[in-house]
């Protein structure tokens, strides 16, 4: 049996960045840039106003000038400013060639078609120069950037409406279990419902993986072992139930018929401590347990962190550390790991406040409220008591 | 010109949550819950083995006994156990009634077709009696709880296949702007590509809002009530550009054209001067200023806080607390919000590291790398020294 921090360490060293891909904007977002991105011109393109008001020449500080033009955004300028002229001008428009200022309109005093102007007026007032953002041919966006909406608006801006990404992964889930129905159908007496497959594929589609599959196999081998063959174009393939030693739990035999390598089975937590990881070829395999919580956790840890590092979002989920509202039981074999909320807003100097909302059994999905992260509990002797530090790492937001 | 701590107020007071709707459970990931709900049967709804091993009635300890049967998982059994037998069992299959303990099989000795039982058995041990997870008729969520991966599992155990949710908001994006071209077209000079609609859209989508549109409009009087008007069914309308006071800033007269209420106009903050909100019955309308940067943190802080709070899922951003790795400078005038970037891994004891990423001016979104927060910063003379507490709202994750 390996440790949480092994086994975390065998699955991100079994994962490597998927290939890139085309896609269009409005569908990169959340996704990673797999290409440089260079200005297509200067940006701006040309002198801009940056208020409404007064192009003037050199000298026309504390004069009177007729207006001879009014250049509005998105408008060309058709005349050249010389001296003792001056022309009408729109925030976002090109300056007419010969400005050496713009003056915002409300410094100036109008009468009847010759402007007043004050008797300061700085060189190059209120002009965005052509190219001051960035020159034509600079780098903007680099591979590995996350393409948040500020990145999304950059690609726009220099006409990148289709980008390479890395692509997102493809995931199959596979339930298994002869007792478990569709959730839109009434148990029979034995029967539960499947309340694996919504979960996964909400927390798969959290990751923004791709494609994400679902489909229940009963637990005979022969149906475990067709699934696993039928999904070998997954990126990543997770199954529930069917890890522990019993007498139908034929997932690790189905995986070894399948000539999957499996890399680890059983981790020293609580929950999950069944849970298996392999290898086919690229794809990687999990075999997680049918408990609820168990299942919850395994994926929150082990499956979504892969996804992540695949789709070159991060190397691993960040670890943080917070301060206990509570005390939290320690076990003496196995590392817990308990569903917590952490309050980070800054009542307490900024560090989070951490509460452990401990179910009762790995099956207990119905207790915790609300939870925002899972917290670390080192193996030990007694509790940890509140206002300990605890170390914790957040639910992926939906 | 109100402060910024105002504009939030007035925008959330204006702002209130939406009409449920009904929705199948692969779509309601991160809304928001309108309606209580129960079990429809105890879970477990039977006394439901949690171990592979043997259901034993009473008085089996230490003694060797027959298997008169075997319960898989999904099968309901047959036989009622009686002194001097013993059923194998499987993890997550109902005990036969009789049952007193399930025995793992690794704590027993089998032999042939009988097993040899240790000489402590607990009463009740291994096994998740009928209704202790919950009794039928037990709410079991609330309306206002957000539907998350463990939530979605709940509805799915208890049958809820479609459920009652605030409905997601319908949110319709009207770029204005005569100098600006679509990104997939080549700019003539004097005009430049549309960053805010890919932005906004982006954005827009962040807060799981169920519609989002893009319309672009050139500055014409005409053109814009007409599109303000023909989008009076969304729930939000945000428009970009034309709020300032300029020639061809028609939006606040064409927003009183289409009897909107004009909440406020101009806010004392850096970016986002001029913003603009209104109200036409239950539409909430918002006037950004074209400015990229300006637009970005506008919808930041007040469109999706607005659209948030619509949806159930929060009334008002937290407001956290870090610590500055790098001074950053006051505003005499006016609150500054300057994009960062948060860390919060635990080298400081758990205090956010909060790095300032001030661009050089409104229009610039090149220079920001991977921000994931805005910093509010206080007017008043001077810089606020690294090291300094310093406040912060989180960007919506992507």
Request: with cysteine.
């Amino acid at each position: 049996m390996i440790s949480p921090k092994d086994a975390l360490r065998l699955v991100l060293d079994a994962t490597t960045e998927l290939p890139p891909e085309t896609r269009d904007l409005p569908e990169v977002a959340g996704l990673v840039l797999a290409e440089s991105v260079c200005a297509d011109m200067d940006q701006p393109p040309f002198d801009r106003a940056m208020m409404d008001g007064y192009a003037v020449p050199q000298g026309a500080a504390g004069t009177q000038l007729p207006v001879v033009e009014l250049v509005a955004a998105g408008q060309a300028s058709t005349v050249s400013l010389t001296e003792g002229e001056c022309a009408e001008i729109m925030t976002g428009a090109p300056c007419p060639s010969g400005t050496w200022a713009v003056v915002p309109k409300e410094h100036v005093h109008l009468d009847e078609n010759t402007v007043q102007f004050p008797p300061q007026i700085r060189e190059r007032q209120n002009i965005a120069p052509r190219g001051s953002d960035r020159r034509q041919g600079d780098a903007i966006l680099q591979p590995g950037d996350r393409l948040d909406p500020l990145a999304i608006a950059v690609l726009a801006s220099v006409g990148k409406t289709s980008v390479r990404v890395v692509r997102p992964a493809k995931v199959a889930i596979v339930t298994t279990g002869a007792e478990v129905v569709s959730p839109d159908r009434q148990p029979e007496p034995a029967q539960i419902r499947d309340a694996n497959g919504p979960m996964l594929s909400a927390m798969a589609r959290a990751t923004r993986a791709a494609r994400v599959v679902h489909v229940h196999v009963t637990d005979e081998m022969d149906a475990i072992t067709d699934t696993i063959a039928r999904h070998a174009d997954f990126d990543v393939l997770v199954l529930t139930g069917g890890v522990s030693a019993g007498r139908f739990d034929f997932v690790p035999d189905a995986l070894k018929k399948q000539r999957a390598e499996i890399v680890f089975h059983k981790v020293g937590q609580k929950p999950g401590k069944p849970l298996l990881f392999a290898r086919r070829e690229s794809q990687l395999i999990f075999g997680l347990p049918g408990h609820p919580l168990a299942t919850h956790f395994s994926f929150h840890r082990y499956v979504a962190t892969a996804i992540h590092k695949m789709q070159g979002q991060a190397a691993g989920r960040p670890v943080l550390t917070g301060r206990l509202t509570k005390p939290v039981k320690r076990r003496k074999d196995r590392t817990a790991f308990v569903l917590g909320r952490a309050d980070d807003r800054n009542d307490s100097g900024g560090i989070p406040q951490v509460e452990p909302l401990p179910g009762r059994s790995t099956a207990d999905i119905f207790r915790a409220v609300a939870p925002n992260c899972y917290l670390e509990v080192p193996t030990g002797p007694d509790s940890i008591p509140a206002g300990d530090p605890i170390q914790f790492t957040r639910l992926d937001p939906i």
